[in-house]
């Protein structure tokens, strides 16, 4: 098996959140990192949930290397609530194509790169404690997350040995996603409150965890929950303080 490694990095969705985070981390080693977004402020622009534009961001990657990357993380993602009986199809269709087909349309493109030339990867998806926690009002964004995180393990085992495949499982964390919900009160305060240590995370702790991941050879096929503990006291109560958990 040969192996044409930069030493370099791809984050898809790192032009904000956890992503910059994971960013940061590869430009603080002195690591070549190259970042894709919708946003126009990303290294490469690409909607993931276009084919086209990530067969473009690929070969632009690949053009301003010189050399294939050995470790993409896709962190890309939008968050939702709402109760199942209220959701829009639009609103169901669009978490999922963010969520689930984009990461899977980017894993598949790389997958088929690394494949094609005999290379060796590493590969991290961001999916969340909310694909294995039932958060009441956040369904779309459970199952967007619950089969990511299935896609993760069956790409581990299709592309094995040559491609580890793994995810991170973010617990709550504080990133433009939670919006301008306060830290200091209501549901975020209680979440703080019953997270085994003590606090929400940050952005740092979970790229801390995907560099992690990136770096150990003897693991494929697992999602790392990276929650400081929050999913060992019970689900996040994401909907009302006055209903019963």
């Keep these: 098996m040969s192996t044409d490694v930069g030493g370099s990095a791809v984050v898809v969705g790192g032009a904000s959140g956890i992503g910059a985070a994971v960013a940061a981390r590869y ?55 709402g109760l199942l009986t209220e959701v829009e199809r639009t609103d169901w269709d669009r978490v999922l194509a963010v969520n689930l087909t984009g990461p899977w349309l980017v894993m598949r493109a790389w997958a088929r790169h690394f494949t094609e030339r005999g290379l060796e990867a590493s590969i991290v998806a961001t999916s969340s404690v909310s694909a294995r926690l ?33 995810a991170v499982g973010p617990g709550v964390t504080a990133t433009p996603m939670l919006g301008n919900a306060p830290v200091d ?41 990276v929650d400081g503990g929050l999913s060992l006291h019970s689900p996040i109560n994401a909907w009302d303080a006055s209903h019963p958990s």
């Design 27 to 81: 430009r603080a080693a002195d690591r070549p990192v190259l970042v894709w977004d919708v946003r126009g402020d990303a290294d490469v622009e690409c909607d993931v949930t276009d084919e086209a534009q990530i067969d473009a961001a690929l070969a632009a990657t690949l053009a301003h290397f010189g050399t294939t990357p050995t470790e993409i993380t896709i962190t890309a993602g939008i968050g939702h609530s």
């Design 134 to 166: 039932v958060d009441r009002s956040m369904g779309a964004y459970c199952t967007s997350k619950a089969a990511l995180s299935m896609t993760v393990r069956v790409a581990a085992a299709e592309w094995a040995p040559a491609i580890r495949v793994n």
């Design 185 to 225: 009160s209501g549901w975020l305060k209680d979440v703080a409150g019953r997270t085994a240590l003590g606090r929400l995370g940050t952005a740092d702790d979970i790229a801390e965890a995907v560099l992690a991941l990136h770096g150990l050879g003897w693991i494929t096929g697992q999602v790392l929950e």
